[in-house]
Nanobody
């Protein structure tokens, strides 16, 4: 089993920045890919960004491309999401996810075996 704990969320003004962190524990050696999803009130959980454990192969949704940067420190079991130029539409609960297999449909929620409880990001206009 793998446990994921997110942190770093908060309230920020439009145009500001935040950096989210996700600490993995347990059988972290089984993790092959990690990702960030988000869910706004009344909306479905959506893919934000994903990365392989080697740090290569970074993927972003069109809505965050160019503004968000995903990174991983696999040795420490840490996943990060640097968010810049935040807009109100970025307001959501952000979730960390992990999967033990190399092959994955990045945008599919059902593809991930492990999930954190989320950290809230609120962007005010």
């Amino acid at each position: 089993q793998v446990q994921l704990v997110e942190s770093g969320g908060g309230l920020v003004q439009e145009g500001g920045s935040l950096k989210l962190s996700c600490q993995a524990s347990g059988r972290t050696s089984t993790i092959e890919v990690m990702a960030w999803f988000r869910q706004a009130p009344g909306k479905e959980r959506e893919f934000v960004s994903g990365i392989r454990k080697s740090g290569t192969g970074r993927y972003y949704s069109d809505s965050v491309k160019g503004r968000f940067t995903i990174s991983i420190d696999y040795a420490r079991g840490m996943l990060y999401l640097q968010m810049q130029e935040l807009i109100p539409d970025d307001t959501a609960m952000y979730y960390c996810a992990a999967h033990p297999q190399y092959a994955i449909n990045w945008g599919s929620r059902g593809a991930y075996d492990y999930w954190g409880h989320g950290t809230q990001v609120t962007v005010s206009s």
